[in-house]
């Protein structure tokens, strides 16, 4: 129980901090798309015999590859699209070879939190650190490039260098969670928390910390609400998740509207748009 | 001939009902695929395909009849999408993955209890992937019933929703209520790919809607060939596929042929691929014939 505790803590860090450039890049549908494919690379892994985690791992790098070639050259949701539906493809080829595989593909759709083993502790950790530290040594060029890429490009930032970069930190980040909390619960804890995160500071570091304590929180409730319920850890995530997303946006609505009241009675003039 | 169509393809009704099926499913999603693709929403086609799951396995629970259950949770997810209401793309996509985590979060949950209960454990797995020769003949002329309303629908909000994806200002300023358009279209995405998620599974669903319009809007500029386009891409990329899984069949490693979906999504993603040397010669000439600058 302590590992499931530790190894969903871990999660919920990499998850908050890779999250918060999820959702301000906009990249959710990547961030969803990665793990969703990756499980496909699980699935051909057991059918030549390698670990899981080795073709998760191969399977998300390329489709991040993928995305990020295809992306140049066409909308983003396309390529994105496209390299999802071609993974999962693949997947159901790999699938129809090997027949023994169905339990494990809801386990690693929904999560298998309560089954994890002391050695999955240790790989998850590193693979964890190696995305933070990925994120936060591209902290700068990232935020640039995200906020104002036009400002990213004459400094020297290359936009689409940096979006490869990104993706294959999502790419890392999933196919580490994947195994142990699965692809539905790293996707929500990847928009929820940052998303609420965002609408509370402007600050981005203060967001950051902020999106880390909010997933924290997820999985532990989740943990525990799951527990004695016996109900899949990923519909706790899930709803979660929403709930923090609709508190951030109650809380931007009411400050919007706070302001918008407040402004003619402060300096009297017309009141400030806030957008 | 019998090379290329192995014996019997011709004679199987398993065969009949997916081209029947699969094609009226494949039209209806390459023509809203078109507009999806414009409008930037092939994520939330795309989260469509997921979330009919919940409805899915939530109708197994209550035992009404699946179709009612795909079709009624994805209208629904599309109304919250639309009442959360973000126009700028980025939080549209938050938005439309929030609503997407917290639907599979509840797919989770009713195939946790359909398993505890029943012994359904292989719905995931069928509804994930689906397979074009196992559509019950019974639900054919439901499906061609449903594309053509999807089809109706697509016909009668042509033009508004043409001129709201190109200029919403123009739009506005003829009259056109942009809103209720994008909202009405956005009901009728979810209709069609829950119809095709059913039928042919979640995957082939998000490919059909995508792949076969973006393809098509890489071949040409005019709407309305990018209808065509897309739509007999999207017939050809099917039926090819059901003819290569039937004779998988004999293929390696035996024993069952290979997945119809996977066929259906390779041929999509060849076709697009394939479009790019169209795309470029477009793009310089269109260059070479506007010297001057501009778009």
């Known amino acids: 129980m302590t590992d499931t505790w530790t190894v969903a803590t871990i999660v919920a860090v990499a998850a908050g901090v890779v999250g918060f450039f999820v959702v301000l890049r906009g990249s959710a549908f990547v961030a969803d798309a990665l793990p969703t494919g990756a499980f496909a690379g699980a699935a051909g892994a057991s059918l030549i015999g390698v670990s899981t985690l080795t073709g998760l791992t191969v399977f998300s790098l390329l489709g991040a590859v993928s995305i990020g070639l295809l992306g140049r050259r066409s909308r983003h949701d396309v390529a994105t699209a496209l390299t999802l539906v071609m993974m999962l493809g693949l997947g159901a080829l790999f699938l129809s070879f090997s027949t023994e595989y169905a339990p494990e593909i809801y386990s690693l759709l929904f999560g298998e939190v309560l089954g994890i083993s002391v050695q999955e502790v240790a790989p998850t950790a590193a693979l964890a650190a190696v995305s933070v530290a990925a994120i936060l040594v591209m902290f700068r060029p990232l935020m640039l490039s995200s906020l104002a890429p036009e400002v990213g490009a004459a400094r020297g930032v290359s936009s689409q260098r940096i979006e490869i970069c990104f993706l294959l930190v999502i790419a890392l980040v999933t196919s580490m969670a994947l195994p142990v909390v699965g692809a539905l619960l790293i996707f929500s804890l990847m928009i929820g928390p940052p998303a609420a995160a965002r609408a509370f500071t402007d600050n981005p570091y203060l967001a950051m910390a902020l999106s880390v304590v909010v997933a924290m929180v997820t999985v532990w409730v989740a943990i525990a609400a799951a527990y004695p319920t016996n109900w899949p850890i990923g519909f706790f995530v899930g709803a979660l998740s929403a709930f923090w997303y609709a508190i951030g946006r109650g809380w931007t609505a009411w400050r919007r509207t706070r302001s918008v009241r407040g402004a003619p009675n402060r300096d009297g003039g017309t009141p400030a748009v806030a957008c | ?295």
Not at chain 2, 157 to 165: I, M, N, Q
Not at chain 2, 176 to 188: C, D, E, H, Q
């Open chain 2, 1 to 295: 001939m019998p090379a290329i169509f192995e014996p019997g393809f011709f004679t199987s009704s398993p065969v009949h009902v997916a081209l029947v099926a699969g094609g009226a499913v494949a039209i209806v999603s390459a023509v809203i695929g078109v507009f999806t693709v414009m409008r930037g929403q092939s994520y939330a086609g795309h989260a469509f395909s997921d979330i009919s799951v919940t409805g899915g396995s939530g109708s197994f629970l209550i035992g009404i009849s699946p179709l009612w259950g795909f079709a009624g949770a994805s209208v629904l997810a599309a109304a919250i999408m639309d009442l959360i209401g973000i126009r700028k793309p980025r939080g549209r996509d938050l938005a439309t993955g929030i609503v997407r985590g917290a639907g599979l979060g509840l797919a989770a949950l009713f195939l946790h209890w359909d398993t505890t209960q029943t012994s359904a454990s292989g719905v995931t797995i069928t509804v994930l992937f689906g397979s074009m020769f196992t559509i019950a003949s019974s639900i054919v002329p439901v499906i061609v019933a449903f594309s053509l309303v999807s089809l109706g629908v697509a016909a009668l909000l042509y033009r508004p929703l043409l001129l709201s994806t190109v200029s919403t200002d123009l739009a506005f300023a003829r009259g056109i209520p942009v809103r209720l358009a994008g909202a009405a279209f956005l009901a009728a995405v979810a209709v069609a790919v829950s119809l095709s998620a059913m039928t042919i599974g979640a995957i082939l669903s998000t490919a059909l809607l995508v792949g076969p319009a973006a393809t098509a809007m890489r071949l040409t500029s005019r709407p309305a060939l990018a209808f065509a386009w897309s739509a007999l891409i999207s017939l050809a990329a099917t039926w090819l596929g059901v003819l290569l899984a039937y004779d998988s069949f004999y293929w390696p490693p035996g024993q069952h042929g290979w997945p119809v979906s996977f066929f259906v999504v390779t041929l999509i993603f060849v076709f697009y691929l394939a479009a790019q040397p169209v795309a470029s010669r477009r793009a310089r000439a269109g260059r070479a014939s506007a010297p001057a600058g501009g778009e």
